[in-house]
């Protein structure tokens, strides 16, 4: 019923999309964390390796439910995945890059670090999915 009401605030769909962008991307987060920190402490597979391993995962995670929960895609042209695909490809370079740069130079933990790099590659992943897959 909010959401019908919201609809018809001028924004709203938007809003209730950022909502449950934010809901797919957090859980999205845990796994890439958890995965993260098992590979690194439990694995003893290097940060930048676990890294972009739990990022990958995540991302396919990410992607099929960005596409059915998150901005409603249907039947994705082969332009949208091969652009969906690179600008996956660049967050994982943008991610990689913030965690060594705030391991390595910064001397964070990386898994503060992570959090950090997270939070920049959300941003760029919101803007650039919703132009791919929004309709």
């Known amino acids: ?6 609809q018809k605030i001028p ?3 938007q809003f209730w999309e950022v909502m449950r962008f934010l809901v797919v991307g957090g859980g999205c987060f845990v796994l890439e964390y958890v995965l993260l920190y098992t590979l690194t402490e439990y694995g003893h597979v290097p940060y930048l390796t ?9 991302l396919l995670v990410n992607y099929f439910l960005c596409v059915t ?3 409603h895609a249907r039947n994705q042209s082969r332009k949208e995945m091969i652009l969906f695909a690179a600008t996956s490809f660049a967050g994982l370079g943008i991610n990689q890059i913030t965690m060594w740069f705030f391991v390595e130079i910064a001397g964070l933990w990386y898994m503060f670090a992570k959090v950090i ?5 959300m941003i760029w992943n919101y803007f ?3 132009y791919i897959l929004k309709k």
Do not use: C, D, H, P
């Open 1 to 6: 019923m909010i959401n019908k009401l919201l």
């Open 11 to 13: 924004g709203g769909e």
């Open 50 to 58: 676990s890294s972009a391993v739990a990022f990958t995962v995540s």
């Open 69 to 71: 929960f998150v901005f």
């Open 117 to 121: 790099a997270s939070a920049v590659v």
């Open 128 to 130: 650039t999915k919703r």
